[in-house]
Every structure is written in C-alpha cells, then in structure tokens.
C-alpha cells in the first residue's frame, strides 16, 4: 500500500487497493526503510510511556523488579525448606532461580508486547502514519529497557553468590538482545491476527503461566528421557538454560538446540515482520 | 507537471457492524497476504463509505471536501494520508506530506508541552536535530507561554490544538491534509492559522480541506468536492459547491419540518379525538397547536428556552401562526415578508397584561425579541379571546431552525410561558454569516 518510491528527489507514496506482496523487493525495502527511519519516533515513543508511566510513581521500576524477585525469593524459602527438591544444577539455588524467573519474564514480556501491539497503538495507527516498523522497534526498545534492569539484577546475584564467568556474561549480554528478538517472533506474527480475535492474546497469557513449570526457571530439566524431548521441543526451555548456563559457567548447555530454535525464531521473526507490515493499512481501521 | 494529489476511482467499504463480521476482516487480511485482490462487492452489512471518487491537485491548489457528518470526507482524507487502505482505485502523492488528522494524537498528558513538542515532532518523521532547530518557532507560534513547561494535561482542547498544530505547520510539508481540526482553537489562533495557511498555498503547498465552516472553506480553497454517501455530488468552485450543498440542506431541512408539523397534526389530532369526552363537540378539542404546545412542554423542560410556565388556570387556547404571502407556514424564506398571528383565551381581567414572541435559534441563542410592552395596547384587558397579528416586513434572520417563545404575562409575572412554534428559515443555498444578515448596498472607489 505505501508503494513509497524516490522519484527526482520528490518522495511519490501510492495507495492502492492492490495487494503488494508478490512485490517482495519492494516490499523488504520498505520494512528496512522503516527501521532506518523510525529509530528516533522509536526512542521517543519508548521515552514517553516510560515517562508518563513512572511519573506519578515515587519507586518507579522498582515495581517491576518487585513482581519476579518475590517469586524468585519463594522459591528460595521453599527449596531451604526442602518443600521442593530442585535437583542438580551446578551452581546456588539463588542464581538458578533469579535467572530463571527473569529470563522467563523477559520471555512473556516479548510474546505479549507484540501481540497486543495493534491495541497498544491504536491511537496512532488510527490517526498518523507512520511506519509499521516504529511500533515495532519501540515494543522491541521497550523490552530491552525493561531487560537492562533484569540484567543488572542477574550480574549482582551471580557475582554475589560467586556463580559468574565474566566472559561467559559478556557474551550473554550480547546474546540477550536477538534473544528477545527470538522470543518476539511468535508475537509478531500472531498480532495481526489478535488484532480481530482478542482471544489469541487471553489464550497466550493462560499458557504462558503452566509453561513456566514446564521450563528450567524453579527447577532443572529434564527429569526423565521423555521429558528430555519435551524439553527440546520448548524453545524458552532451551534459551532460559543455555542463557543462564553461558552466564554463569560460562558455556551452553545443548549448543545444537539453541542454534536451531534461533534460527528458527529469527526465521519466524522475518515472516512475522513481513505479515505485520502488510497487515497494518488493513487492518489499522479496526485496531 | 505531475500532479501533487492524484486520486483515480477510489472505493472504500466498511461493514455496519464490523464486531460482527470479524471473518470480513480475516478474510481481507488474507487476500492481502496472499495476493490476491479484495473482493469489490458488498458482502452483508457492508456499505460504500467512498464510491468512486476522482480528481487531480496540482502543486498550489487547494480543495475543500464539504458534506454531512458520514459523507465520507474523513474517510477519503485517511487513504489520502495512508491510514487505510482504498477497497478500489489509486491514490499517487508526490511530495512531503503533513496530516492534521487529530492534533493531540502522541501527547502524553503527564509530559509537559515541551516534551510533546519532540513526541509530536517525530511523528511527524521529524529528526531531534530538525525539531530543536525549530523548537523557538513552534513555541512562539504555539503562543503557550509558561505553560510549555506544564503537563498537557492541564491543557484545554485548545491550547492542546495550538500545540499540534504549530508543530505540524512549521515541518514545510509540500501536501497539508486538513480535518476539522481547528474548530476547537479560538478565534484569534484560528485567524493566524489560516493566515498561515494562506502562505503555505503561495508557497506552492496543497492543501486538502475537511470542514463544516463555510465560510472558511471559501476563503481557503479554490475548488471543494460535495460528499453525500460517498459520492460525488458536486464539484467545481468552492463557491458554487457550497451553495449547492447549502440549497439541498435547505431543501432536506424544509421538507422535515413539513413532515415534522404534518406527522404531529395527524398524530395529535388523532391522539386528541380518542382522548375527547363523548359528550364534547368536535370544536371544544385541543387544536393541534396546542397539543403540540403541550408537547414542547417536555421539550423545554431542559430549559434551552429559559422557564416553562404551563399553568392554564388564567390562559388556555394558545395559537401562534407564520403567515407568507397569505398562507400559514413552517419555512420562511430569508428577506421575506411574514405576520406572525397569535391568540389566546384569557380566564380573567389581567391589568397590565404583556406578550411576547421571543425568538431562539433551535440551539438556544436569543435573537430577538417583539414585546406588547412598549405601547402599552394590551393593558387593562377583560377576559375573551386576545388575538394579535404582528407584520414584519423583511424578515432578516440567516437560514436554519428557529422556535418562538411567547411568555404571557401579568406585570412581572407569568401567567404562561412556552414555546409555540417551529420554524426554519431557508436560504436558497447562498452563504450567510452570523444571526442576521443584513440588507445592504456598497460601491468601491479605489483612488
């Protein structure tokens, strides 16, 4: 729809009722042109919830902290009081669980943003063009402003209780962005979809929550062979362990999982990213 | 040289009730992703919101799009803009474009105006560089003062308005696509964002206009397109446009309030015959005047007329009259001659007696006023039947709906009060500013 060419120095955009996807050159050349442009209505998009949000809170992100540390902290007290038995994890309960509750957070932080990301910014795309990239890249901004302080927690837990490689957390912060970008693909590409039937969004916050037991974020996997598969076959299983594990030992624990389900999700962030761009003038109307 | 708007058979459909065809738009998103084309025809519940709309905008033109609320102006402006997708036919654009669709779009209340200033600044693809360099001009346009630092929202629509619109105005778009979005300044700012807006058009700048300001409308565009059920239903000047718009309001409005008054005497009539003890003679029933008067009652209650005193204890039988080249009327047309007759029955000897026709346009604005009171005629007056003619000669208010009130009263007091009559004054679709319009002549010497 936003056929946007450069013709003599003059910008030419042309709307039509045609679809553009059999213009897939054209297309992709859009959606990095709206990266490249949006960065700056990212950031302040970004800037302005976060402001708005804590301005009339005096703790501020501490709110958010609050939520998975006191989880975490459960956790703590019922493994010391051997009401759960976590098994073997090769290094304190304390750094296990923290970085499981936070990475798990950042997980249903970065499938939920997207997917409610049509109803998030209906205003805008009801009322100002901009590109589709802007609401992505400023859901992806947010996610890492929130990870930034998770981060933060993780390194002072980690070097607290003495389980850290140094290398091993530098390579980690490095990883934490495409793992949010992996954990963001699902999101993506379902928003246009949630963005007529809500339901999609209610569903995946329902099983967001059993899927937590069903991770290494309390507890170590797997227990058995068969939950060995189930283990491989659950993408925020495999990146809670091999993240915490290249954090704190300083290696990844299942290397060929982890480079698959990347691949994987990255592959599925491209497609979803696809989708959601054309979907946006369809569907921007009953956003 | 190429158009700067280019806009060929342009379609847009919506559903009726789009929570109710929530497939609809599956079944659109899915034709989008996968090639194929959207389906022209109506499904159910589908209407044309925009059917086939064509013309061409050169760089300096301006185009005023006029027409009811639902005509499909915003809708043809939003796939000008982008925001939406054309259901058929093709938009071309060539140019910077700037929409002022909803200038408080991207505020956050909490921020001050001066953060909204950057916020709205990059929605508008503006870089922080480009802003800041313009930041001085937009605050001085904005004319907020101290308040730039205040939270917007502590701001009235206004001044949230001035914000927008000052950040908007100061980006040198080639294309400025406009939607009613100034209504809510005030007169002054109005005034320098149209001044402003002048500029812009001789700067080469074309300007798409959506609004229900006539006037401005004229003074702003050249040409305007007539929307009515997303059809064109008229094109040219901007002049000749709006008086064909303006002569079918009238023309709609005139015939509803003849439907209006002819539902209301078969219904009230009829109502007041079922009503009639059978020992009553067909002359002793309520006339349709009054038991319309007795429903305006209710109307009134709200008090957009001022008080309501329906107290028949000292005066019944209230009829009140427009009369156009001798027949009882509902439309008067502008500059005409009418009489205003009026009666009512009086119960008792009133000393001091006082009745006056008070003239509300429909919205509540007092007019005008005729009063008995100055000469004195009606004091001292013994019960019967009270019957006046008033004779107005040229009769100057501009078109629309209009009702009279007429308080009765006793000195100071009210012995009735209500509304007793409807009326629209039609204007033959020429342009009218204000309550009256005034006969006049002028000559020009330019020395």
Not at chain 2, 46 to 63: I, T
Not at chain 2, 146 to 169: H, Q
Not at chain 2, 232 to 251: I, M, N, P, R, W
Not at chain 2, 375 to 396: S, T
Request: charged content about 20%; hydrophobic content about 45%.
């Amino acid at each position: 729809m936003t056929g946007e060419i450069e013709k003599s120095g003059r910008p030419v955009a042309v709307y039509s009722a045609d679809s553009q996807v059999l213009r897939l050159g054209e297309v992709f050349a859009h959606m990095l042109r709206g990266v490249r442009r949006s960065n700056y209505l990212a950031y302040r998009l970004v800037r302005r919830d976060i402001k708005g949000e804590y301005s009339r809170a005096a703790f501020g992100m501490l709110w958010d902290w609050l939520d998975p540390l006191i989880f975490a902290g459960i956790f703590y007290a019922l493994m010391h009081l051997r009401v759960i038995n976590p098994g073997e994890m090769g290094m304190p309960y304390v750094t296990f669980v923290t970085f499981g509750v936070l990475l798990y957070a950042t997980f249903v932080d970065s499938v939920l943003m997207p997917l409610r990301i049509f109803a998030r910014s209906k205003a805008l795309l009801q009322h100002v063009n901009v590109a589709p990239e802007a609401h992505l890249l400023a859901v992806y901004y947010r996610i890492l402003f929130n990870s930034g302080f998770r981060v933060v927690v993780m390194l002072l837990v980690a070097a607290a209780f003495g389980a850290i490689s140094p290398l091993g957390f530098i390579a980690f912060v490095l990883v934490y962005p495409v793992y949010i970008l992996a954990a963001m693909s699902i999101g993506v590409l379902l928003a246009p979809f949630n963005a007529v039937y809500a339901d999609l969004s209610r569903l995946a916050e329902i099983l967001l929550r059993p899927l937590r037991y069903l991770c290494p974020v309390m507890w170590v996997l797997p227990f058995t062979p068969e939950q060995g598969i189930l283990y491989t076959l659950n993408p925020p299983a495999v990146f809670i362990d091999n993240l915490r594990a290249l954090a704190t030992l300083g290696t990844v624990s299942s290397p060929v999982a982890l480079a698959a389900w990347t691949a994987g999700a990255l592959a599925t962030f491209v497609l979803g990213w696809f989708v959601f761009h054309l979907s946006v003038p369809v569907l921007s109307e009953r956003a | 040289m190429d158009a700067a708007i280019s806009v060929s058979g342009v379609s847009k459909k919506y559903s009726r009730n789009a929570n109710a065809h929530l497939g609809y738009s599956i079944g659109d998103l899915m034709r989008e992703l996968s090639g194929r084309r959207r389906t022209a025809e109506l499904r159910p519940d589908e209407f044309w919101a925009v059917k086939d709309v064509s013309f061409d905008l050169y760089p300096g033109d301006s185009m005023a799009l006029v027409g009811r609320n639902g005509a499909g102006k915003s809708t043809l402006l939003k796939m000008m803009n982008g925001l939406t997708k054309p259901s058929a036919g093709r938009i071309t654009l060539r140019g910077r474009i700037q929409a002022l669709i909803n200038l408080g779009t991207g505020f956050n209340p909490n921020l001050s105006g001066m953060d909204n200033i950057f916020n709205a600044g990059a929605l508008m693809g503006m870089k922080a560089r480009e802003i800041k360099g313009r930041i001085e001009e937009i605050v001085e346009f904005a004319e907020l003062g101290e308040f730039i630092d205040s939270p917007t929202g502590t701001y009235s629509t206004g001044m949230k308005a001035r914000l927008g619109f000052a950040v908007a105005v100061n980006l040198s778009p080639d294309i400025l696509l406009i939607d009613e979005v100034l209504a809510v300044g005030d007169f002054a700012f109005q005034n320098k964002c149209f001044t402003h807006m002048e500029q812009l058009k001789k700067q080469g700048v074309t300007i798409v206009f959506v609004s229900h300001s006539h006037n401005r409308v004229i003074k702003l565009c050249e040409r305007a397109i007539w929307l009515h059920g997303g059809v064109v239903k008229a094109a040219g000047t901007s002049l000749e446009t709006v008086q064909a718009y303006l002569a079918f309001l009238d023309a709609n409005e005139e015939a509803r309030v003849r439907n209006a008054a002819a539902k209301r005497s078969a219904k009230e009539w009829s109502a007041a015959a079922k009503a009639m003890p059978s020992d009553l003679q067909p002359d002793d029933v309520l006339d349709t005047d009054e038991a319309w008067i007795k429903k305006s009652v209710a109307r009134s209650e709200g008090g957009l007329y001022g008080p309501v005193v329906d107290s028949t204890k000292d005066v019944d039988d209230i009829k009140c009259d427009l009369v156009v080249d001798g027949q009882p009327a509902d439309t008067v047309p502008v500059h005409s001659a009418v009489e205003i007759h009026f009666s009512f029955r009086l119960k008792r000897r009133v000393e001091g007696l006082c009745s006056t026709l008070v003239f509300f346009r429909k919205d509540g604005l007092r007019v005008a006023a005729i009063a008995t009171l100055r000469d004195g005629r009606l004091k001292h007056i013994h019960e019967g039947r009270v019957r006046c003619v008033y004779r107005i000669p040229d009769f100057d208010l501009v078109p629309g709906e209009y009702v009279i009130m007429m308080p009765i009263a006793e000195g100071q007091g009210y012995l009735w009060r209500d509304v007793v009559k409807e009326f629209y004054v039609s204007g033959g679709g020429d342009v009218y500013v204000g309550i009256k319009d005034i006969r006049h002549e002028y000559e020009i010497r330019v020395d």
